[in-house]
């Protein structure tokens, strides 16, 4: 039920009292019993605890729906504009006015932070206008010289198309984009929409950045890891490219952040708007459950406003709770519609980044006439995706989001609750094109009780690993680069020794904190360090081949498809490749090399179909596997070489793995002996339920539900680990039965941390404890 409201005069969201809301305070039919519980954040779903370094650097630094492949590119449908619409569209938009001052602003100065609220044609159109600004002064530019980050893969996808729409050029002419694993780009490519991580590994190769004219940060404000690094990296290059010009653009109002990191301090250009009011509901209670509130809150919305038009935005949690939420909806929308309770037909449309190119461009267009459309989508449609004609919106007020859990030792996404700012964001996107309303499935209290004002930077809620061997790969130090002001907000000490620690662990760096060889050629790979040591060594133990399958299966989303309705079919066909006690890793090398027969190498096609198998997966694995294939050969590291022994290719996983190694206590239950985490064998394994159960596994990830499982595990002989890192793990005989056990000897506390001898401070309080 909605009952509270407030009248937020800071913010540009117009906020008041409605009669619905008041007919809900008065205990009218409007959606749902009350909250039995105080449970916001009652996660029906899932909890994911993810190994940091289990993925590929982008999708795990990433928005938890980050697609791990390219989708729109060339499927994109064709747009129905003509060029004159499109112009007038061009023309309409807020940023057009200001076109002349911001190049004249730009121009003049290295830094500019523009804001403006979404869809003002920020990330369309201002690339644009420099593009001509440049093309018009006739300077020769450097190939791409123009680029523009997003956080988000589907983003610098669907944008550059855009863009190269609005130009009337091909995508890869004039306009293109690089994201990992795909560049459309050509020698004629001036301006280029680019991921933030395909940047940082440019910078990494060119410090200097001296070819680049402009580089635009695009949606700042999300704060991702790589959005953070990029400001220290630009800040840094600056200093030593005198021409460079860089742009910060945000969507909500952190510029004096922005503005205050760098020196002199940066014009500000603001792009204003009026948005529409919107009328903004709580529920009266916290919400059992989100999607069941959600579902409900849609059909009412529909059935009261009847044939008036006005399309629906749910802002959902992930990708599960999205395809649940659409499933039901659709269904109990056919229900009421055969009932006769609701009149016209909903079209419900699902928005993720693991989506399907064509499923997402879906949601752009209009729906049939007399339909409404509803669009469940997760924080992805908050600023980086603007749909017109929405009019409702229904807030969750969750996310999934990337968290370190400090005793896992990991990375764990978790639903959580969005900011205050986030919230605002969401509220904001009913009122773009007329007076909207915005429910949120939260009460009024909980927004200002429960609610951050804005999102903790992922920086400050993930491992370091990553962009430490980035910096050591630079010639950077961490520790120092957070006491020479690089970092907009510095992390810990401790959140940097962690990183270091797993890099040590890796063999990336010394005891000293210094890069290895092993971590030089892994900072070369666009692969999280776990996935790049393991490909080193995979060299080593003569399997690279191999290798480099495993990890282009573990850079896609899950290969297995289980539905519920024929799990045990699913498990069927999932045991042909697997066999006991042995590892999942290998059953993902088996799946790979039996769909891929030898002849499909020129194809591309899958040779074999299975039933629960996501061919879609596989075939971006595949395509994965090349690239790192060629990147791998280009460092000299030997491909082709070959064991038949199943053995190197564990010892290469568990080498890559030696974090996590874990210790059965019972059955499937398993406790890891670097952080005590304790966890159990995830069903769909080969090792769930061994008559004989292995001793000691690593595993990929860990994965939170009712309770932690271990997903991806491979069985491993504690010799080998002590074998490899004598330094880190011991051997010793226990039992009755001699059997050999695995103990930890020792782990380095602070690597490459400034040693601080003694340092002497008055206490302040001195006088007054005595
Ligand atoms: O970046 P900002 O949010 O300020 O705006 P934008 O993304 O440049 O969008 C400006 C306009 O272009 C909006 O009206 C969008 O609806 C439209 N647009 C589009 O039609 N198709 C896209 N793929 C992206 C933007
Ligand atoms: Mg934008």
Redesign the pocket.
Same mark, same amino acid.
């Given at each position: 039920e909605f009952g509270s409201m407030r009248t937020a005069d800071e913010h540009p969201v117009e906020i008041r009292e409605s009669l619905m809301a008041r007919k809900a305070r008065e205990g009218s039919e409007i959606v749902n019993n009350m909250a039995r519980q105080r449970a916001l954040l009652k996660a029906k779903t899932d909890y994911t605890v993810r190994n940091p370094t289990a993925r590929p650097t982008e999708a795990a630094t990433k928005e938890p729906d980050e697609p791990a492949d390219d989708r729109m590119g060339a499927q994109m449908p064709e747009t129905t504009q003509t060029r004159q619409q499109i112009r007038a569209?061009q023309q309409a938009?807020p940023?057009f006015k200001m076109r002349q001052g911001i190049l004249d602003t730009v121009f003049a100065s290295p830094v500019t932070v523009v804001v403006?609220? =979404?869809?003002?044609?920020?990330? =369309?159109?201002l690339p644009q206008y420099i593009l001509e600004a440049t093309n018009m002064a006739g300077k020769p530019l450097y190939p791409g010289s123009i680029v523009c980050t997003q956080p988000r893969r589907v983003a610098a996808v669907?944008?550059a198309?855009?863009v190269a729409v609005e130009r009337g050029a091909v995508l890869g002419g004039e306009v293109g984009y690089s994201i990992r694993f795909e560049d459309v780009t050509s020698d004629q490519t001036k301006l280029r929409y680019v991921t933030e991580g395909v940047l940082i590994r440019e910078l990494m190769t060119a410090p200097t950045a001296a070819k680049y004219s402009v580089i635009i940060i @695009?949606e700042a404000h999300e704060r991702t890891i790589n959005t953070d690094l990029l400001f220290g990296l630009l800040k840094q290059a600056l200093g030593r490219h005198r021409g460079l010009r860089v742009i910060v653009?945000s969507?909500t109002l952190e510029a004096e952040k922005f503005r205050a990191f760098f020196s002199p301090t940066p014009p500000l250009i603001e792009?204003k708007t009026k948005p529409y009011p919107v009328e903004c509901l709580h529920t009266i209670g916290y919400q059992d459950d989100y999607v069941d509130s959600a579902v409900n809150q849609v059909l009412e919305i529909h059935r009261a406003q009847g044939a008036c038009p006005g399309d629906v935005l749910v802002f959902m949690t992930g990708q599960e709770d999205i395809d649940a939420t659409c499933d039901i909806l659709e269904q109990r929308a056919a229900e009421l519609l055969a009932d006769g309770t609701i009149a016209h037909p909903l079209l419900v449309l699902p928005m993720y980044g693991m989506l399907k190119a064509e499923e997402q461009m879906r949601i752009?267009s209009p729906p049939p006439p007399g339909t409404r459309k509803v669009i469940v989508s997760t924080n992805i449609a908050e =600023?980086s995706?603007?749909? @017109?004609g929405i009019v409702h919106v229904v807030d969750t007020g969750l996310a999934k989001l990337k968290v370190f859990s400090a005793p896992l030792g990991m990375d764990a996404l978790k639903v959580c609750p969005v900011s205050q700012a986030s919230a605002m964001q969401r509220t904001g996107r009913a009122g773009r094109t007329q007076p909207g309303r915005c429910y949120r499935l939260y009460p009024e209290t909980a927004f200002t009780g429960d609610l951050l004002e804005s999102t903790v930077p992922e920086l400050h809620r993930s491992n370091l690993a990553n962009i430490c061997l980035t910096l050591l790969k630079m010639g950077e130090s961490p520790h120092a680069w957070a006491e020479t002001g690089l970092f907009l907000d510095p992390p810990s000490k401790e959140a940097l020794n962690c990183a270091m620690r797993h890099l040590w662990m890796l063999e990336a760096v010394t005891d000293e904190g210094r890069l290895t060889r092993v971590g030089e050629v892994m900072a070369v790979f666009p692969l999280d360090p776990v996935l790049s040591r393991m490909l080193l060594a995979g060299e080593h133990y003569r399997c690279l081949s191999e290798v480099l399958t495993i990890i282009a299966m573990l850079s896609v989303p899950s290969v297995w498809y289980s539905p519920a309705q024929a799990a045990e079919k699913a498990k069927a066909e999932r045991q042909l490749f697997q066999s006991s006690p042995d590892s999942d890793h290998l059953a993902l090398l088996r799946l790979y090399s039996y769909v891929f027969r030898e002849d499909s190498r020129t194809s591309g096609k899958p040779k074999r179909k299975l039933q629960f198998v996501n061919m879609q997966n596989m075939v971006k694995a595949k395509k994965i596997r090349e690239q790192i294939r060629d990147m791998a050969k280009k460092y000299g590291l030997n491909p082709a070489t070959t064991t038949l022994r199943e053995d190197n290719i564990k010892k290469a996983i568990a080498r890559a793995l030696l974090i996590n190694v874990a210790e059965c206590e019972t059955g499937n239950r398993y406790s890891s002996l670097l952080t005590g985490a304790k966890g159990v064998i995830h069903s769909t394994s080969a090792l769930y339920d061994q008559n004989v159960a292995s001793r000691y596994i690593v595993f990929n990830e860990l994965v939170q539900t009712k309770q932690i499982y271990l997903r991806t595990v491979t069985a491993v002989d504690p010799n080998w680990i002590s074998d490899m890192r004598p330094d880190i793990f011991r051997t010793g005989s226990t039992g009755p039965v001699t059997r050999k056990s695995l103990a930890l000897a020792a782990v380095p506390d602070n690597l490459g941390a400034p040693s601080v001898g003694p340092v002497m401070v008055a206490s302040r309080d001195k006088g007054r404890r005595a």
């Open positions: 569209a938009l940023i403006g609220s =979404t869809g003002s044609g920020k990330t =369309t159109q669907g944008v198309h855009r @695009d653009m969507a792009i752009f =600023t995706l603007t749909v @017109d």
